[in-house]
């Protein structure tokens, strides 16, 4: 059975911090290129970043976020994390990981989601 558990959220004031941590089973991880998404209430789910299958890692982000957070993978313990730094009240949504077997991550490219985990920034 795939299994995608996100986990790491929380409230935070603006500035914080928070990693995020996704936890992968029932599929071959290092095979799959995998994408944090969020969403907030009443907009549409968007890509916040992704880190491809590939030896090198390759990490892709939003404009919304670039510079402020980062991705990453374990390939030895099938985790992928998401440090996000300086939060603002913005990035407030429900946050999800998602893989695909392509190399780069889009919404509807997205082969496997795993639940969500709330992140609430305070100002």
């Known amino acids: 059975e795939v299994q995608l558990q996100a986990s790491g959220g929380g409230l935070v004031q603006a500035g914080g911090s928070l990693t995020l941590s996704c936890a992968a089973s029932?599929?071959?991880?290092?095979?799959?290129?995998i994408g944090w998404f969020r969403q907030a209430p009443g907009k549409q789910r968007e890509e916040v970043a992704c880190i491809t299958s590939d030896g090198d890692g390759d990490t892709d982000y939003s404009g919304s976020v670039k510079g402020r957070f980062t991705i990453s993978r374990d390939n030895a313990k099938n985790t992928v994390s998401l440090r996000m730094n300086s939060l603002e009240p913005e990035d407030t949504a429900t946050y999800y990981c998602?893989?695909?077997?392509?190399?780069?991550?889009?919404?509807?490219?997205?082969?496997?989601w795993g639940k969500g985990t709330q992140v609430t920034v305070s100002s």
């Open positions: 029932g599929f071959r991880f290092s095979d799959y290129s």
């Open positions: 998602a893989a695909t077997f392509q190399r780069f991550c889009h919404y509807y490219g997205m082969d496997y």
